[in-house]
């Protein structure tokens, strides 16, 4: 079952280039094979097992195999349930975008790669699919075709070719250290006397190398350029597949090949905290001063993908529960967020902040799923978005050391500037100037259904996982338990 989750839809998206499909047939046949891996997925974390499944061994000691434990049940579970709504979004949108069967090929063989990463079992399985997610998003992010997109597929490129590179130098320390790369919960050095610095050291650059899809400070460069790719690739970019990725390699090398023992302390830990405090603020402030729509959206993800990182450098029970709720909570608030940046382009052409004025009015259900998922972004209880920060929060207090109290200071600075960079887009939205001329928004209006429903399960979902929160918590912790 793992391996036809996996290579289900990497072969059938692929195919896709050698049809000749019509609209209707190719948004059946992908919505088909998406909706059939979500189930197996889903599936897999409600009913898989410890054992791994190994597919072919590349020496003795290296092989390509898969798993499904407590931590990739969480990510298999975001991949799962945001995938086929992206997917339904995402046929309005490229309604308006040439080379469908190509895009769609690509943007569902995407899906299989990171499950890929999410079932892998060791360190080369998960690096091999790391890599064929940056190839295989490459000819997304450059879609378009225009004098924008090529500049910013050679910066993604860029970018993950170096950190890829640091990644493997670290991979190849830890062999090196502890003589294998199959991942052990608790950590492969547990159990022996290591106190070499080398170790230290393989750590931050495995931190760093896949920092880079998760955009630590200074490394983030790459993530607002890439917003030149149609919607539906930032979206899931920047929300789901690969940004997501990158938190869930650095919480997968924490918890299962240093260990938070070896880890909790020690001057490694310390640095990981302070450039993830960095970040949180940095990204949030940075939004703040951005007035395209969808790269101010890119920036608050630069910020929040810190909160996970921060929380599960915390390295406590407390810490990686924020973590682990925030990498949900965010991948729902943030795809609907997007959703209604790729909305506004397609329907008026508004790509600046500026654009936005009336526009709550013309697009009453766009604009309604956009203030819910502000709102839960911002932190306001009950909605989803609360609950995890606070979590993180609470985390850093009980830790109590140095870069754990400069990382609550950080998410207190990004909680105001995220208030003040997403609602002002709110009450321009629904609160124009009074002299503000109607008629030129006369021609804007809602999507069709395909766009609509997407954003009005995600904003029930913001909702309703506030409500749900204890029950989801309380899973979360049956899955990590004896990491920290």
């Avoid at 159990?191 to 230290?200: A, F, H, S």
């Avoid at 070896?262 to 007035?291: C, M």
Wanted: with cysteine; aromatic share 14%; glycine share 8%.
């Amino acid at each position: 079952m793992i391996i036809i989750a996996i290579f289900l839809p990497m072969i059938l998206g692929m195919l896709l280039m050698l049809t000749s499909f019509e609209k209707k047939q190719r948004e059946i046949y992908c919505l088909a094979v998406v909706l059939v891996t979500s189930a197996i997925a889903i599936f897999l974390i409600c009913n898989g097992n410890s054992d791994t499944v190994s597919i072919f061994n590349l020496t003795s000691k290296i092989s390509i195999a898969f798993r499904v434990d407590g931590i990739s049940r969480i990510f298999a579970l975001l991949l799962a349930c945001l995938w086929p709504i992206a997917t339904l979004w995402s046929y309005e949108y490229m309604y308006h975008e040439k080379r469908e069967n190509t895009f769609f090929a690509f943007y569902t063989a995407c899906y299989g790669i990171t499950l890929g990463i999410c079932f892998s079992a060791n360190l080369i399985t998960m690096y091999l699919f790391y890599e064929l997610l940056t190839l295989i998003t490459v000819p997304l992010i450059m879609h378009s075709r225009n004098e924008f997109s090529k500049p910013a597929g050679i910066k993604y490129i860029a970018y993950s070719i170096a950190g890829a590179t640091a990644a493997f130098a670290g991979i190849m320390l830890v062999y090196k250290l502890s003589g294998s790369f199959t991942y052990v919960e608790g950590g492969l050095f547990q159990n022996l006397d290591m106190k070499d610095p080398l170790v230290y050291i393989a750590f931050l650059l495995m931190f760093f190398g896949f920092g880079v899809k998760a955009a630590v400070f200074p490394l983030y460069e790459w993530l607002p350029a890439v917003g030149v790719a149609p919607t539906p690739v930032t979206a899931l970019l920047h929300a789901v597949a690969v940004v997501k990725s990158g938190c869930f390699a650095i919480i997968r090398i924490t918890y299962y090949v240093f260990g938070a023992a070896l880890l909790k302390g020690s001057w490694a830990q310390n640095v990981a905290l302070i450039f993830t405090a960095i970040t949180i603020a940095f990204g949030s402030i940075w939004a703040y001063r951005e007035t395209h729509f969808k790269r101010r959206l890119a920036m608050s993800t630069v910020s929040n993908l810190s909160y996970i990182l921060f929380g599960a450098m915390l390295m406590t029970e407390a810490g990686l529960l924020g973590a682990l709720l925030h990498m949900l909570f965010h991948g729902v608030m943030k795809i609907c967020l997007f959703f209604t940046a790729g909305t506004c382009h397609v329907q008026a052409h508004a790509d600046y902040v500026t654009d936005l004025k009336g526009y709550g009015r013309k697009m009453p259900v766009t604009f309604a799923a956009f203030t819910i998922a502000s709102i839960a972004l911002v932190g306001v209880p009950p909605l989803c978005g609360f609950f995890s920060k606070y979590q993180l929060g609470l985390a850093a207090v009980e830790l109590g050391t140095a870069p754990a109290i400069i990382g609550m200071i950080a998410l207190v600075i990004s909680a105001i500037f995220t208030a003040v960079y997403l609602l002002t887009v709110v009450v321009r939205a629904y609160y124009p100037e009074r002299d503000f001329d109607w008629d030129s928004i006369k021609n804007v209006k809602d999507p069709g259904w395909r766009m609509k429903l997407p954003f009005i399960i995600l904003a029930v979902l913001c909702i309703v996982l506030g409500f749900l929160t204890g029950p989801i918590s309380e899973l979360i912790i049956n899955c990590i338990g004896g990491l920290c």
